[in-house]
């Protein structure tokens, strides 16, 4: 049974390192998000419509169904973290859904919660999902929360 609501259901989170010159192919995802921070290397990344240079300290976050692609470099390997999540509740899945895509600085608080969520991942104990849950739910309200003004739907000022 579990110990929290599947609101945000984490997939995976890993490393990866993609050597220069490396091309990821256009694609799509159906049904979940991904989130890709550059932990170091240069390359571009093609968004949508939207074409733009990469590098180190910055996020791209993917909705479902936007097709992106990436290209690394040529100079360098380009290093990630990346993960893949499903939101289930729908008002955090519409909320992410105007997040942007390019994140030309990521907060180091956005940096040391994917950094926590890997570390617990990884660690595989009897508590590492419910874990991971709760540091996902953090990093989306972080990222929600240092979104430009307009982005989101903010919380309501009242209690029910």
Known sequence: MPWLTRDIEPLWIARYDYEP??????????????????????????IGADHRAFGPGQLLFLRPRLVHSLTAGPNEPVRTLDTKFLLQRKNLRTACRRL??????????AVALLEAIHAEARRHGPFSNALCQT???????RLLDDAPTGATVRAPTHLP
Request: zero cysteines; a negative charge; charged letters at 15%.
């Open 21 to 46: 010159l490396w091309h990821l192919p256009p694609h799509v995802h159906d049904d979940y998000f991904q989130i890709i921070l550059i932990v170091s290397g240069t390359g571009d990344a093609v």
């Open 100 to 109: 942007p895509s390019f994140h030309p600085r990521v907060d180091e608080r």
């Open 135 to 141: 540091l996902f739910a953090q990093l989306l309200l």
